[in-house]
Each structure stands twice: as C-alpha cells, then as structure tokens.
C-alpha cells in the first residue's frame, strides 16, 4: 500500500510559479513510476507530467510544455512538480499519483493522492 499526500498549492497570479510536492509512504514508492495529473471544474481530469521511478525519464504533457518539470528524489521518497509562466487556465486540483502504468500518460496508476487546488488569477 502507497499513500500519496500533495502539498504546495495554492493562490498566485498569472505569470508566477508554484512547486507541488508529493510525498510517498510504502516500501515501494521508490520503485513506481509518478505522475501529475489535473482535474478543471466541469472537466475531465488530464495529464500533466510524469517520472520513471529512477528519475532520469520524464513525460510532458503538451499543454505545459515548457512551464512545467518534474522531479524526485528518492531518498525523500518524494516527487516535485515546478510549475512556471502559469496562466489561468492553469487553475485546477492537482493529482498525485504512483504505480506501474502500461502508459506514462494513460497509466493506469494504481494510488492516488487527495489533491492540491491551484489557482491561478488573471
């Protein structure tokens, strides 16, 4: 069993940055693959970013290419999500999640966290 706790979110204007972590308790969070994905009000939740398990590949979804990385670091058990130049349409509840997905992007990732709201003012 992984439990996923997410922290750092929070209210920032357009154009500012904010760092998500997510901390991992378990024996084998260290060895899944994590990921960040986000849910808007009235939408589907989507892909963020995500991270092999030793944290020399990553995935980014192209709608925050550019803006965002993530980044772990295992003797933390804990992975970060930089997010840069935010935009407003940037405001959603932001997911943390671990497993071992057949699709770094369409997982599917077995433990989640209770997400972190961010919102981002124009």
């Known amino acids: 069993q992984v439990n996923l706790v997410e922290n750092g979110g929070g209210l920032v204007q357009a154009g500012g940055s904010l760092r998500l972590s997510c901390e991992g308790s378990?024996?084998?969070?260290?060895?899944?693959?994590a990921a960040w994905f986000r849910q808007a009000p009235g939408k589907e939740r989507m892909f963020v970013a995500s991270v092999n398990w030793r944290g020399d590949t990553t995935v980014i979804g192209d709608s925050v290419k550019d803006r965002f990385t993530i980044s772990r670091d295992n003797a933390k058990n804990s992975v970060y999500l930089q997010m840069n130049s935010l935009k407003p349409e940037d405001t959603a509840v932001y997911f943390c999640a671990a497993g071992q997905p057949r699709n770094y992007i369409t997982g599917p990732y077995a433990y989640w966290g209770q997400g972190t709201q961010v919102t981002v003012s124009s």
């Open positions: 378990g024996r084998t969070f260290n060895t899944y693959a």
